[in-house]
Structure formats: structure tokens, C-alpha cells
């Protein structure tokens, strides 16, 4: 058959050699116990020693689907450990591989190249209001990111304030660098989509993983500062000093958070109470980015109250045939949810579809995206107190926000021979901040009015004496109040007292209001150290030239005109106590009638300031 000797001993060479490296990959495969294994049609050795079914994220992220170096990286195809696990990532989804294992070509790019742009991961509002508070900048905006404050050679104060304090939650930061409330999910893509272990998850060696978020993943990050899951969850977090001499806490029934601190427990926000998760609200937008950076978390937030309240401002509509937005329109396609193209849909403010909220034939209906459950959505009445004159300004929660968090006075120390963790650094450094606080409690917010001169909730931000030295008097006071959300919305709206006649709802404080004198007064219970004119507690006064500043461009509290007129109405509630009653149509129309009138024993039963 063969015409040479020379060919004959080529191919019996070659033959060899195959029969050769046969035996030695069976010899490799049967020390090792199996031979090559197989994911997505593509060889895959790490499955010979990760097989067990505990080792298996399971769903759409199964060993049999995608292997393990898809997400894990290192060395697939090496038959040694130590060769294998070569570059290996044990956070897949980290910000600095993400896209290389989350963001790889076939997997989630778009998602991994948007989350740069996220709050979450810039965090420059807090960055630009913590330098200016610091007096480093001469605005609470900056385009600076927490990222170049982690990576700075040279970090000013307040860059050290925030490396040491505060950027503990950013995505970022690795599972052993993470803030001490952080469950141990992971950064990055896996802070939200690991779900974290729980008791009875000890046989479960690798976590599952998901894209439907629950709450889990939430609460450790937003239950520092202005604690808005805890308020979600109707808990108010005390410090151990409120509790009485005797040991009993200030409230009737208290809880312990998984970090160890204590808290009340109060009326959760109706939306907890109806089973809702963080992402039946919020968007993709919101919680992923949309490519734009932007510098406070109110520019983030693109869902409102009237996408699915309705309200007198209204909200975006359209049909799913106007809709161009590949990411919902992907998320529906993975939930085998089609849309009819002429199906009304609602937007957030910036044009995203609110995808599960739908109409019914009882008005709307929102579906959860957890487990499917539809609630129905109630319109905003258009009662009296809807439409009340003078309350336009209102937002939603200005009225509906049941309680918030405030630290009315914190104290900023930097201790330079202690050491302190360095969120920066993953290391403890020389150099300590040291925070305490006189009074922690929780209480309906008071009143802002943002830059719109919209009316919204604030809560102290900062009244605080920063020390960078460590020696008292060597640093600066700041008294600004935050603008917040509190997720801590009740059914029932606040009553008019608890604003017309509230001096925390005024900003002023605690104290006394005295409306019967020539003159509005207030009488604070304790006054501020830096301003005797002000309560401890408080941001403005009645007679303050000018509103208090708040953290951001354009905030700020009532003025002095705002604040009369406020109390002008509280001094009228005694008797016209409902929303309906005929002087509330036209208050400025009703009080130039009453102070015209002859015979009116309003006239004089009236504090003479109300009738000027």
C-alpha cells in the first residue's frame, strides 16, 4: 500500500504519538479522578474538581451552562491547582474585572459599562458636600468621584474623613474591605446580584445568584446616614444612651440590626406593608446608571410619586409602540411578557418605563417583580386638601413622610496617634476620625424648600463641629439641613398642627412657639453653643435675614416671609380645623375680609400680628 519505508515510519510515528498522549491524558483524567468536562461546548477542566452540586450557582448561571471561568477566570484547561487558579477572580462582578467576567462579549456589557456612571459607584454628592462642609471646595458640587478619593497619594481631611468613615458601601470596595453592615455578598455586580447567606445555607458553597434583587441586598448600605431601609422597614435606630435609667428603651417594642444596634420599632412605610420591594419602585436608571454621571441622588432618582399616584402635576405617558428602551424591553422578553403596542405605560421623569405598572380596568395596577402579586394603585384623591390653595409647592412626602432619622448634634474629632481602617488603602493607617453625638432620635422632618421652590422633607445633615486637629475650637461649625426621602410613608397625611404649629417642622427647633404676643416668638429649650439666637437643634429663627443654607445649590429652609405665613394659618386652625372650610379656598382673600369686617369676634380673639 506504502511506495516508501519513510512514509510508513512517519505515519506509525504519528500514530504513536497520539496513542502517546492518549495514555497520559488518561493517566492525568484518572488521578484526577474524571477526564475533561465540558460547559457550553467548550472544555472546562475546573469542573473536574468544583462537581459537587453545592459548588452550582444553578439557574441561568449553571456550572453546565457557562463553567466556572465565565465569572471565576483563571486557567480552564491546566489540570494543576496552583496553574489553575492563575488570575482567578473570587468576586466575579468586582468593578476591576467586571468586564472581563460580568461584561464579557455574550454576557452583560451594556450593564457593566453603565454601572460606572452610577451614584453608587461615583458617590460625588457625598464627595463634594463633604470637601465643602471641610471647606476645601466653595460649592457642595463637584465633578470628583469617591474613586479618585480612594486612589489619592495625597488625601486632603476630608478625603481621609470619607476613606476612613464613609466608603465602606461603595461598589468598589472588595468583601473584605466593606463597611461592618455589609453583608458579605461581594462588590460590584455581586453586591446586589449574590444573594447573601443565610442560617441553613452552610452546605451551600457557592451563593446564588439573580437578577430579581431582593431587599437582603439593600439594607446594609442604606441603613447608615439616612437610614432610609430602616425607616422602609419601620425601624428607627436609638442610641444606647436613650434608654432610661432603668434600662427600658424609648419606645415600646425595640429590635437589634444585624450590625448590633439598636432599634424601635414604628409603623412601617405602606408600601412594606403591602410586601413591596426596593425595585417595585426604582428603576434601572436609577440603580445602574444611565451612562451620566450626575452629582446628587435626587438627579439619580428618576421615579416619582405621581408615576403611579397620579397627582396634580401629572406624569409621563405613552404607549409600549413609543418605547425605545432596550433594556426594559429585554427584561420583559426574559419574562415572556409582551405588551400589547397601543398598552398605556407610565414614565419616570426622565422617560423610563415604569414596566410593572399597568392599567386595569379599575383605574392602575402594579405587579411585583419578586413574585408576580398585583396590587392596585390608588389615584390621589381630588379632595380639599388636594387642592388646597397654597399648597401647590407641596411634594407628595412633604405631607406623607410619617418620621426621619435626626442627629441633631455630632461632634468630629481626628485623633492622629490612633489607626484607623482605610477604606482606601484596605488597611488600617495612622490616623483616627472619631464621630459622637449628643442626641440620635427620629421625628417627623421639618420643611425645606429646594431650589424649584418645591417644599420638601429635610433632616439635619450637619450640625456638627469638625476638629481636624484633634484640640477643641481649632476647627469650623456647619448647621445645614439635608433634603431627603424618608421612605416612611404613612397613609394619612400629617395633620396641619404638625406643620402650621411645629416648631421642628419650621426648622427653628425644639422649644416653645408663642402666637399670642404682638409678634410671633419661639423660646428654644436649649440653645445652640456657636448661636444663642438658635436652638441646638435648629437650621433657622423667626427673624433670620436670610434662610438657613442647606447641603445643596439652591436649598434652603423657610425664610422669614414663609415662616409668618405658616404660622398665620396654624394661628387659625383652632377654630377652622378642616381642609374643606370655607376660609381655607382663599386664606390671604379671607384674613383682608376679616380684618375689614366691623363685627367679627375673630377680630378679637386674634393675636394682633395675624390681621396686619
Same mark, same amino acid.
Given at each position: 500500500?506504502?511506495?516508501?519505508?519513510?512514509?510508513?515510519?512517519?505515519?506509525?510515528?504519528?500514530?504513536?504519538?497520539?496513542?502517546?498522549? =492518549?495514555?497520559? @491524558? %488518561?493517566?492525568?483524567?484518572?488521578?484526577?479522578?474524571?477526564?475533561?468536562?465540558?460547559?457550553?461546548?467548550?472544555?472546562?477542566?475546573?469542573?473536574?474538581?468544583?462537581?459537587?452540586?453545592?459548588?452550582?450557582?444553578?439557574?441561568?448561571?449553571?456550572?453546565?451552562?457557562?463553567?466556572?471561568?465565565?465569572?471565576?477566570?483563571?486557567?480552564?484547561?491546566?489540570?494543576?491547582?496552583?496553574?489553575?487558579?492563575?488570575?482567578?477572580?473570587?468576586?466575579?462582578?468586582?468593578?476591576?474585572?467586571?468586564?472581563?467576567?460580568?461584561? &464579557?462579549?455574550?454576557?452583560?456589557?451594556?450593564?457593566?459599562?453603565?454601572?460606572?456612571?452610577?451614584?453608587?459607584?461615583?458617590?460625588?454628592?457625598?464627595?463634594?458636600?463633604?470637601?465643602?462642609?471641610?471647606? @476645601? +471646595?466653595?460649592?457642595?458640587?463637584?465633578?470628583?468621584?469617591?474613586?479618585?478619593?480612594?486612589?489619592?497619594?495625597?488625601?486632603?481631611?476630608?478625603?481621609?474623613?470619607?476613606?476612613?468613615?464613609?466608603?465602606?458601601?461603595?461598589?468598589?470596595?472588595?468583601?473584605?474591605?466593606?463597611?461592618?453592615?455589609?453583608? /458579605?455578598?461581594?462588590?460590584?455586580?455581586?453586591?446586589?446580584?449574590?444573594?447573601?447567606?443565610?442560617?441553613?445555607?452552610?452546605?451551600?458553597?457557592?451563593?446564588?445568584?439573580?437578577?430579581?434583587?431582593?431587599?437582603?441586598?439593600?439594607?446594609?448600605?442604606?441603613?447608615?446616614?439616612?437610614?432610609?431601609?430602616?425607616?422602609?422597614?419601620?425601624?428607627?435606630?436609638?442610641?444606647?444612651?436613650?434608654?432610661?435609667?432603668?434600662?427600658?428603651?424609648?419606645?415600646?417594642?425595640?429590635?437589634?440590626?444585624?450590625?448590633?444596634?439598636?432599634?424601635?420599632?414604628?409603623?412601617?412605610?405602606?408600601?412594606?406593608?403591602?410586601?413591596?420591594?426596593?425595585?417595585?419602585?426604582?428603576?434601572?436608571?436609577?440603580?445602574?446608571?444611565?451612562?451620566?454621571?450626575?452629582?446628587?441622588?435626587?438627579?439619580?432618582?428618576?421615579?416619582?410619586? @405621581?408615576?403611579?399616584?397620579?397627582?396634580?402635576?401629572? &406624569?409621563?405617558?405613552?404607549?409600549?409602540?413609543?418605547?425605545?428602551?432596550? +433594556?426594559?424591553?429585554? #427584561?420583559?422578553? *426574559?419574562?415572556?411578557?409582551?405588551?400589547?403596542?397601543?398598552?398605556?405605560?407610565?414614565?419616570?421623569?426622565?422617560?423610563? $418605563?415604569? =414596566?410593572? !405598572?399597568?392599567?386595569?380596568?379599575?383605574?392602575?395596577?402594579?405587579?411585583?417583580?419578586?413574585?408576580?402579586?398585583?396590587?392596585?394603585?390608588?389615584?390621589? $384623591?381630588?379632595?380639599?386638601?388636594?387642592?388646597?390653595?397654597?399648597?401647590?409647592?407641596?411634594?407628595?412626602?412633604?405631607?406623607?413622610?410619617?418620621?426621619?432619622?435626626?442627629?441633631?448634634?455630632?461632634?468630629?474629632?481626628?485623633?492622629? /496617634?490612633?489607626?484607623? =481602617?482605610?477604606?482606601?488603602?484596605?488597611?488600617?493607617?495612622?490616623?483616627? =476620625?472619631?464621630?459622637?453625638? @449628643?442626641?440620635?432620635?427620629?421625628?417627623?422632618?421639618? #420643611?425645606?424648600?429646594?431650589?424649584?421652590?418645591?417644599?420638601?422633607?429635610?433632616?439635619?445633615?450637619?450640625? !456638627?463641629? +469638625?476638629?481636624? &486637629?484633634?484640640?477643641?475650637?481649632? %476647627?469650623?461649625?456647619?448647621?445645614?439641613?439635608?433634603?431627603?426621602?424618608?421612605?416612611?410613608?404613612?397613609?394619612?397625611?400629617?395633620?396641619?398642627? &404638625?406643620?402650621?404649629?411645629?416648631?421642628?417642622?419650621?426648622?427653628?427647633?425644639?422649644?416653645?412657639?408663642? !402666637?399670642?404676643?404682638?409678634?410671633?416668638?419661639?423660646?428654644?429649650?436649649?440653645?445652640?453653643?456657636?448661636?444663642?439666637? #438658635?436652638?441646638?437643634?435648629?437650621?433657622?429663627?423667626?427673624?433670620?435675614?436670610?434662610?438657613?443654607?442647606?447641603?445643596?445649590? %439652591?436649598?434652603?429652609?423657610?425664610?422669614?416671609?414663609?415662616?409668618?405665613?405658616?404660622?398665620?394659618?396654624?394661628?387659625?386652625?383652632?377654630?377652622?380645623? *378642616?381642609?374643606?372650610?370655607?376660609?381655607?379656598?382663599?386664606?390671604?382673600?379671607?384674613?383682608?375680609?376679616?380684618?375689614?369686617?366691623?363685627?367679627?369676634?375673630?377680630?378679637? *380673639?386674634?393675636?394682633?400680628?395675624?390681621?396686619?
Amino acid at each position: 500500500m506504502f511506495r516508501t519505508p519513510s512514509l510508513v515510519a512517519a505515519v506509525f510515528a504519528g500514530l504513536l504519538g497520539l496513542f502517546v498522549a =492518549w495514555v497520559h @491524558e %488518561g493517566v492525568r483524567a484518572r488521578s484526577m479522578g474524571k477526564g475533561s468536562e465540558f460547559a457550553g461546548s467548550r472544555v472546562e477542566r475546573c469542573l473536574t474538581c468544583h462537581s459537587k452540586s453545592n459548588e452550582d450557582p444553578g439557574g441561568p448561571h449553571a456550572s453546565a451552562a457557562l463553567g466556572c471561568a465565565s465569572c471565576h477566570l483563571g486557567n480552564p484547561l491546566a489540570f494543576e491547582k496552583a496553574r489553575a487558579h492563575e488570575g482567578l477572580e473570587r468576586e466575579p462582578g468586582a468593578l476591576a474585572t467586571a468586564a472581563a467576567t460580568c461584561g &464579557s462579549f455574550g454576557c452583560h456589557p451594556r450593564e457593566a459599562a453603565r454601572i460606572s456612571s452610577s451614584l453608587m459607584v461615583r458617590a460625588s454628592g457625598i464627595v463634594a458636600v463633604d470637601r465643602w462642609v471641610f471647606g @476645601e +471646595i466653595s460649592s457642595p458640587d463637584s465633578a470628583r468621584t469617591l474613586q479618585d478619593v480612594l486612589a489619592a497619594t495625597r488625601p486632603s481631611p476630608a478625603e481621609v474623613h470619607m476613606r476612613k468613615l464613609c466608603a465602606g458601601c461603595h461598589l468598589g470596595t472588595r468583601r473584605a474591605n466593606r463597611d461592618d453592615a455589609i453583608a /458579605g455578598t461581594g462588590s460590584g455586580c455581586s453586591a446586589c446580584h449574590v444573594s447573601p447567606r443565610k442560617p441553613g445555607d452552610a452546605a451551600r458553597r457557592h451563593p446564588a445568584i439573580d437578577a430579581r434583587v431582593a431587599d437582603d441586598r439593600c439594607i446594609g448600605c442604606h441603613s447608615r446616614s439616612g437610614r432610609i431601609s430602616l425607616s422602609y422597614q419601620g425601624l428607627a435606630e436609638v442610641e444606647p444612651s436613650q434608654w432610661n435609667a432603668g434600662g427600658r428603651a424609648p419606645c415600646a417594642e425595640t429590635a437589634t440590626l444585624a450590625d448590633g444596634r439598636p432599634a424601635c420599632r414604628h409603623e412601617p412605610d405602606v408600601h412594606s406593608a403591602a410586601r413591596m420591594s426596593c425595585t417595585d419602585c426604582h428603576l434601572h436608571t436609577e440603580l445602574m446608571g444611565d451612562g451620566t454621571g450626575r452629582s446628587h441622588k435626587e438627579e439619580q432618582v428618576e421615579i416619582t410619586c @405621581e408615576a403611579c399616584h397620579g397627582g396634580p402635576a401629572g &406624569s409621563g405617558e405613552t404607549t409600549w409602540r413609543s418605547v425605545d428602551d432596550p +433594556i426594559t424591553r429585554d #427584561l420583559l422578553r *426574559q419574562r415572556r411578557d409582551d405588551r400589547p403596542p397601543d398598552e398605556a405605560v407610565r414614565l419616570g421623569w426622565r422617560g423610563t $418605563p415604569v =414596566w410593572n !405598572l399597568r392599567p386595569s380596568p379599575s383605574g392602575w395596577a402594579l405587579v411585583t417583580k419578586l413574585d408576580g402579586k398585583t396590587l392596585p394603585v390608588k389615584a390621589t $384623591p381630588a379632595d380639599a386638601s388636594h387642592r388646597m390653595k397654597g399648597h401647590a409647592r407641596l411634594s407628595c412626602s412633604a405631607c406623607h413622610a410619617a418620621f426621619a432619622p435626626s442627629c441633631s448634634t455630632c461632634h468630629m474629632r481626628f485623633e492622629a /496617634g490612633k489607626k484607623q =481602617w482605610d477604606f482606601g488603602a484596605g488597611k488600617e493607617t495612622p490616623g483616627a =476620625w472619631i464621630e459622637s453625638s @449628643e442626641g440620635f432620635a427620629f421625628s417627623p422632618p421639618a #420643611l425645606a424648600v429646594r431650589a424649584d421652590r418645591t417644599i420638601v422633607p429635610a433632616v439635619p445633615g450637619m450640625i !456638627l463641629d +469638625i476638629e481636624p &486637629s484633634g484640640r477643641e475650637g481649632s %476647627g469650623a461649625n456647619r448647621r445645614l439641613f439635608a433634603p431627603l426621602e424618608p421612605h416612611n410613608t404613612g397613609k394619612k397625611a400629617r395633620t396641619c398642627e &404638625s406643620c402650621h404649629l411645629s416648631s421642628t417642622a419650621l426648622g427653628l427647633g425644639t422649644g416653645t412657639l408663642d !402666637l399670642d404676643g404682638q409678634s410671633p416668638s419661639f423660646l428654644p429649650r436649649e440653645s445652640a453653643r456657636s448661636d444663642p439666637s #438658635l436652638a441646638e437643634d435648629g437650621w433657622t429663627s423667626l427673624v433670620a435675614a436670610r434662610p438657613a443654607p442647606g447641603t445643596r445649590i %439652591g436649598f434652603r429652609s423657610l425664610d422669614a416671609a414663609e415662616l409668618r405665613r405658616v404660622l398665620r394659618v396654624g394661628a387659625c386652625l383652632a377654630c377652622h380645623s *378642616q381642609a374643606a372650610d370655607p376660609i381655607w379656598r382663599d386664606f390671604r382673600a379671607s384674613v383682608e375680609a376679616f380684618r375689614k369686617a366691623a363685627r367679627c369676634s375673630f377680630r378679637s *380673639q386674634a393675636p394682633p400680628w395675624v390681621l396686619r
